[in-house]
C-alpha cells in the first residue's frame, strides 16, 4: 500500500520560521514504518512565501492598516501563503498517486489549508483513502466527516491509529471499529473516543529522514523540534492541550532524549533544538537530573546545540536553582507566561503558580544570564484594560520582554474560525475595543 503523509501549507500574516517540521507526521511515520510500510512525505510547509490578497473575512481590519496613529496600526505587514504554492502542491499529488493519504491539521486557524488539500487529493485520485488527524479535526469532527471529502478522521494520538487503519484497510475489515478512528458510518459513542495513546517511553523516534535540508533550514541554522512528554498534569481553563493529549501527561527516560538529541545532532547537524512539549518540566527533580544529563553529554561530546522550549516552560514545581542549570545546559533564553499578574484571575483560570514564583524565576534567569521572554495573554474573557496594565507594568518592572498572547477562541463558531487567530485581534469585548488591543500589542512589540 502506498501511503503519503502530508504537511499543508500555511495562511497567515507571521509564522514562527523554525516551526515547519510536521513533528506529528514523523511519529506517525516511524510507527508505520516499524509495522512494516513505507511511507513518504509531502511537507508543503516549506521556507518559501508569497504575499497573497487580503481574506475577505479579515476586511474589518483595513481600517487598522497602514493607520496613521502608529499606536493602533496593524502590526504586521501582510497576508502571506507560507509554503509550496498552491500549483506546486497541485502538481505533485497529481504525479504521485497513493492508496492512503494521512493529512495533518493542527489548527482550527489553518483549517482551510487542510481542507483544500483533501479538495486537491480527491481531484486527481478520487478513490484514493483520505484521513486527517490534528487538533482541529479532534475538536471539530462532524465538521470534516460533513463538510469535506475525507473518509475518516483519526482523534489524538495517531500513530496507533495510523498503523491499525493501515492494516485494516489492506487485510479487510471495518475500520470503523477501532478506537477514535471515525468515518460518517461511525457511531456516536465512536465519534467521542480518542484513538489509543502510545507508551512513549516506546515510540521510535520520529522519521527525520523524510525531512529535505532545508526543512531543518531557519535563520541561517539547523534547527530540530522534538520532545520529551505528552500532556501537562496542569488544568488551565483556557487550554485546549487536553484536546489531544487528554488528562494524562506523559514523559520518555531521559536516556533516550539524550540519545534522540545526540541522533539530531550526528545526521542533521542540529545547532538549535526546540523542545515543543507543553511542559517540559513537571518536577523540580526532573528537570535537575534532565538539565544534568546534558551538561555532562556535552562535556564528553564534541557537540554543543543550543537549547530552545518556545511553548515556555510551566513554573508550578522550578525554583531559583533551575536557571542556572539551563544555562549550563545551552539554554540561551527562558520563555515563561504570566498569563496575568492578577491573583484572582490566575485563580479563576486555575493556573499552576503566582506571581512571586514568576518573578523569583524570572530573576533567577536574568541572573544566570539567560534572556527572559514573558507572556501574557491579551484580550482573555472578562480582561479589563487596568488588568491589562498591571500585568504590562510588573512584567516591565523586572526589565525582561513582554510578549502579549492575543486570546483567541477554537471553540467559536465555524464562520469565526478562520479569524480566531493571535496575529487577527478578532474578539472584542464591551472591556476591550479592537484598537485597545492593537495598542496595547504596540506598546510591548516597541521594547524588542
Ligand atoms: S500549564 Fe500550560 S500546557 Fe499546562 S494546562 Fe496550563 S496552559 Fe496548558
Same mark, same amino acid.
Given at each position: 500500500?502506498?501511503?503519503?503523509?502530508?504537511?499543508?501549507?500555511?495562511?497567515?500574516?507571521?509564522?514562527?520560521?523554525?516551526?515547519?517540521?510536521?513533528?506529528?507526521?514523523?511519529?506517525?511515520?516511524?510507527?508505520?514504518?516499524?509495522?512494516?510500510?513505507?511511507?513518504?512525505?509531502?511537507?508543503?510547509?516549506?521556507?518559501?512565501?508569497?504575499?497573497?490578497?487580503?481574506?475577505?473575512?479579515?476586511?474589518?481590519?483595513?481600517?487598522?492598516?497602514?493607520?496613521?496613529?502608529?499606536?493602533?496600526?496593524?502590526?504586521?505587514?501582510?497576508?502571506?501563503?507560507?509554503?509550496?504554492?498552491?500549483?506546486?502542491?497541485?502538481?505533485?499529488?497529481?504525479?504521485?498517486?497513493?492508496?492512503?493519504?494521512?493529512?495533518?491539521?493542527?489548527?482550527?486557524?489553518?483549517?482551510?489549508?487542510?481542507?483544500?488539500?483533501?479538495?486537491?487529493?480527491?481531484?486527481?485520485?478520487?478513490?484514493?483513502?483520505?484521513?486527517?488527524?490534528?487538533?482541529?479535526?479532534?475538536?471539530?469532527?462532524?465538521?470534516?466527516?460533513?463538510?469535506?471529502?475525507?473518509?475518516?478522521?483519526?482523534?489524538?494520538?495517531?500513530?496507533?491509529?495510523?498503523?491499525?487503519?493501515?492494516?485494516?484497510?489492506?487485510?479487510?475489515?471495518?475500520? &470503523?471499529? =477501532? /478506537?477514535?478512528?471515525?468515518?460518517?458510518?461511525?457511531?456516536? *459513542?465512536?465519534? !467521542? $473516543?480518542?484513538?489509543?495513546?502510545?507508551?512513549?517511553?516506546?515510540?521510535?523516534?520520529?522519521?527525520?529522514?523524510?525531512?529535505?535540508?532545508?526543512?531543518?533550514?531557519?535563520?541561517?541554522?539547523?534547527?530540530?523540534?522534538?520532545?520529551?512528554?505528552?500532556?501537562?498534569?496542569?488544568?488551565?481553563?483556557?487550554?485546549?492541550?487536553?484536546?489531544?493529549?487528554?488528562?494524562?501527561?506523559?514523559?520518555?527516560?531521559?536516556?533516550?532524549?539524550?540519545?534522540?538529541?545526540?541522533?539530531?545532532?550526528?545526521?542533521?547537524?542540529?545547532?538549535?533544538?526546540?523542545?515543543?512539549?507543553?511542559?517540559?518540566?513537571?518536577?523540580?527533580?526532573?528537570?535537575?537530573?534532565?538539565?544534568?544529563?546534558?551538561?555532562?553529554?556535552?562535556?564528553?561530546?564534541?557537540?554543543?546545540?543550543?537549547?530552545?522550549?518556545?511553548?515556555?516552560?510551566?513554573?508550578?514545581?522550578?525554583? &531559583?536553582? =533551575? /536557571?542556572?542549570?539551563?544555562?549550563?545546559?545551552?539554554?540561551? *533564553?527562558?520563555? !515563561? $507566561?504570566?498569563?496575568?499578574?492578577?491573583?484572582?484571575?490566575?485563580?479563576?483560570?486555575?493556573?499552576?503558580?503566582?506571581?512571586?514564583?514568576?518573578?523569583?524565576?524570572?530573576?533567577?534567569?536574568?541572573?544566570?544570564?539567560?534572556?527572559?521572554?514573558?507572556?501574557?495573554?491579551?484580550?482573555?474573557?472578562?480582561?479589563?484594560?487596568?488588568?491589562?496594565?498591571?500585568?504590562?507594568?510588573?512584567?516591565?518592572?523586572?526589565?525582561?520582554?513582554?510578549?502579549?498572547?492575543?486570546?483567541?477562541?477554537?471553540?467559536?463558531?465555524?464562520?469565526?474560525?478562520?479569524?480566531?487567530?493571535?496575529?487577527?485581534?478578532?474578539?472584542?469585548?464591551?472591556?476591550?475595543?479592537?484598537?485597545?488591543?492593537?495598542?496595547?500589542?504596540?506598546?510591548?512589540?516597541?521594547?524588542?
Amino acid at each position: 500500500m502506498k501511503i503519503l503523509l502530508v504537511n499543508p501549507p500555511v495562511e497567515d500574516f507571521y509564522i514562527t520560521g523554525i516551526r515547519r517540521q510536521p513533528l506529528g507526521l514523523l511519529y506517525i511515520a516511524s510507527s508505520l514504518r516499524e509495522a512494516g510500510y513505507n511511507p513518504e512525505l509531502l511537507n508543503c510547509h516549506t521556507g518559501k512565501k508569497q504575499v497573497v490578497d487580503l481574506p475577505s473575512e479579515f476586511s474589518y481590519l483595513k481600517e487598522y492598516i497602514d493607520h496613521p496613529d502608529p499606536q493602533i496600526r496593524f502590526p504586521f505587514k501582510n497576508y502571506t501563503h507560507y509554503g509550496m504554492s498552491w500549483q506546486e502542491i497541485e502538481a505533485r499529488i497529481k504525479n504521485n498517486p497513493s492508496d492512503l493519504y494521512f493529512i495533518s491539521s493542527l489548527f482550527t486557524t489553518y483549517y482551510q489549508e487542510a481542507e483544500k488539500l483533501i479538495s486537491i487529493i480527491k481531484k486527481y485520485h478520487k478513490n484514493a483513502i483520505v484521513a486527517v488527524g490534528g487538533y482541529h479535526p479532534s475538536l471539530h469532527t462532524d465538521y470534516y466527516l460533513n463538510k469535506t471529502e475525507v473518509d475518516y478522521v483519526i482523534k489524538g494520538e495517531g500513530e496507533i491509529g495510523a498503523v491499525r487503519l493501515v492494516q485494516l484497510l489492506e487485510k479487510g475489515g471495518e475500520p &470503523e471499529s =477501532i /478506537p477514535g478512528i471515525v468515518s460518517a458510518k461511525s457511531s456516536d *459513542e465512536q465519534k !467521542i $473516543s480518542m484513538t489509543d495513546a502510545p507508551d512513549i517511553k516506546n515510540l521510535p523516534f520520529p522519521a527525520r529522514d523524510l525531512l529535505l535540508h532545508r526543512d531543518f533550514r531557519a535563520y541561517r541554522k539547523n534547527f530540530v523540534s522534538m520532545i520529551s512528554s505528552r500532556g501537562c498534569p496542569n488544568r488551565c481553563e483556557f487550554c485546549t492541550g487536553r484536546t489531544i493529549w487528554g488528562n494524562r501527561y506523559r514523559s520518555r527516560e531521559i536516556e533516550d532524549v539524550l540519545n534522540e538529541i545526540m541522533q539530531c545532532c550526528e545526521n542533521y547537524g542540529a545547532d538549535i533544538i526546540n523542545f515543543e512539549d507543553d511542559n517540559l518540566f513537571p518536577t523540580k527533580k526532573y528537570a535537575q537530573q534532565m538539565l544534568a544529563a546534558i551538561i555532562e553529554m556535552k562535556e564528553k561530546m564534541n557537540f554543543f546545540p543550543e537549547f530552545t522550549a518556545m511553548n515556555g516552560i510551566s513554573l508550578e514545581n522550578l525554583d &531559583e536553582e =533551575i /536557571p542556572p542549570l539551563m544555562k549550563l545546559a545551552g539554554f540561551n *533564553e527562558l520563555n !515563561i $507566561s504570566l498569563v496575568t499578574q492578577s491573583a484572582e484571575v490566575q485563580s479563576v483560570n486555575r493556573r499552576p503558580f503566582d506571581s512571586a514564583r514568576f518573578r523569583s524565576i524570572a530573576e533567577s534567569a536574568k541572573k544566570s544570564g539567560l534572556n527572559v521572554r514573558g507572556y501574557f495573554i491579551l484580550g482573555m474573557p472578562g480582561q479589563d484594560k487596568k488588568e491589562i496594565e498591571d500585568t504590562i507594568t510588573f512584567m516591565k518592572g523586572m526589565k525582561i520582554q513582554v510578549f502579549p498572547s492575543v486570546f483567541y477562541n477554537v471553540f467559536s463558531s465555524e464562520r469565526e474560525w478562520k479569524m480566531q487567530r493571535s496575529s487577527a485581534f478578532f474578539n472584542e469585548s464591551p472591556e476591550l475595543s479592537r484598537s485597545d488591543l492593537i495598542r496595547f500589542f504596540n506598546i510591548c512589540g516597541r521594547d524588542h
